[in-house]
């Protein structure tokens, strides 16, 4: 699994998604997103891109 905090790379997160899924090795490793915020733009260009998850953060485990 890859998980990467939006906006924390020194990268355009997307363009690292889409090296993912480009390489054999990697095409079909579980890309989680995590952020702050929603904006949906970036969700729906992550979703065109196959990223696995979207999480909004901060989040509460509850047990």
Known sequence: MISVEWGLLKFSDIDFLKKVRKTARTAKTPFVMASITIEQAHVVKAIQ??????VITPFQVRG
Not at 49 to 54: F, Q, R
């Open 49 to 54: 891109c196959d990223m696995s998850e979207y």
